[in-house]
């Protein structure tokens, strides 16, 4: 026999054990990476688990139970009761450790002419003693100098002083009040320098010390935007007038006391140049 004739030829069964085997080796490879992406997937579920989910939900769940204080109260400053209808009031969380909300975001006052609590950021002036005088001619004791010396009505000074103090919180600085209160002889100079803009003498709520200029920027952009959004928290507004038949945006005015007076009924032309008191 030839030694090419002796050769052993695969034979058909040979082949299919070949397969087999492959096939087999094949099925080892798939099933261990499918276990491989599994276990990473598990670990990086886990993860997510831990670094996000729980301290988002353990974050939002005490706030779901929190509430908003409220009711009167009063508060005794330098042997004066006063009222607490003026005080900031900020959501109480049931949670100790969770910080409270910033006074823009969870303040809320209600500031009234004749009722308004002293104020940390302007500690000498005391707004019970209430206000009285002529329009341009206040009494003394009437009057609060801010920080900057400008003067106004005691209980929109109290007020304004509440409200530079949350926009210093937003911008880093104080808000900026160019004037306030004027005299009589100043509303007559006012007249003369400005004409339509100004208005008549003996009339003008800067004569109650109920008004401000902003002075600066502040009566432009964000700054603006800001205290369109947050002034009437503390009382002050830019009145529609100033926004439309006159355009200033400037001019601020505290509410509470220009709603008191009455300055936009239509008696206020006939009368605002009559005594006025709220002294009890």
């Known amino acids: 026999m030839s030694k090419r004739e002796g050769a052993s030829k695969p034979t058909h069964h040979s082949r299919k054990v070949l397969r087999e085997a492959h096939a087999e080796i094949s099925q080892d490879r798939t099933t261990h990476r499918r276990r491989k992406f599994l ?3 598990g670990v990086l579920a886990g993860f997510a688990l831990t670094m996000v989910v729980y301290p988002a939900v353990g ?4 706030y779901a139970d929190a509430s908003e204080s409220g009711g009167a109260a009063t508060v005794a400053d330098g042997g004066h009761t006063v009222s607490s ?6 959501q109480q969380l049931d949670d100790g450790n969770l910080p409270l909300p910033s006074v823009n975001g969870a303040s809320a006052v209600l500031a009234v002419s004749a009722e308004f609590s ?3 950021h302007l500690p000498d002036c005391d707004p019970s003693v209430g206000a009285e005088g002529y329009n341009g001619r206040m009494s003394e004791d009437s009057m609060c100098a801010l920080d900057n010396g400008v003067l106004l009505r005691n209980d929109a000074a109290v007020a304004l002083a509440e409200l530079s103090a949350a926009f210093e919180l937003e911008f ?13 002889s100043e509303q007559y100079a006012t007249k003369a320098s400005r ?3 100004a208005a008549q003498p003996g009339y003008s709520v800067h004569g109650w010390g109920l008004a401000i200029d902003l ?3 502040d009566d432009t952009g964000y700054t603006k935007a800001w205290l369109e959004s947050h002034g009437s928290t503390w009382g002050w507004v830019n009145p529609s007038w100033a926004k439309s038949s006159k355009w200033e945006p400037w001019h601020w005015e505290y509410e509470p006391g220009t709603d008191e007076l009455g300055v936009y009924d239509a ?3 006939s009368s605002s140049n009559t005594y006025y008191s709220n002294r009890g």
Request: a positive charge; aromatic letters at 10%.
């Open 85 to 90: 209808r003026a005080i900031i009031g900020a």
């Open 172 to 184: 880093g600085r104080a808000l900026c009040v160019g004037n306030g209160y004027r005299t009589l």
């Open 118 to 120: 002293a104020s940390s």
């Open 39 to 41: 276990a990473r997937t």
């Open 215 to 217: 002075c600066g920027d």
């Open 267 to 269: 008696g206020y032309w």
């Open 195 to 197: 004409g339509y803009l």
């Open 59 to 62: 974050t939002i769940a005490p």
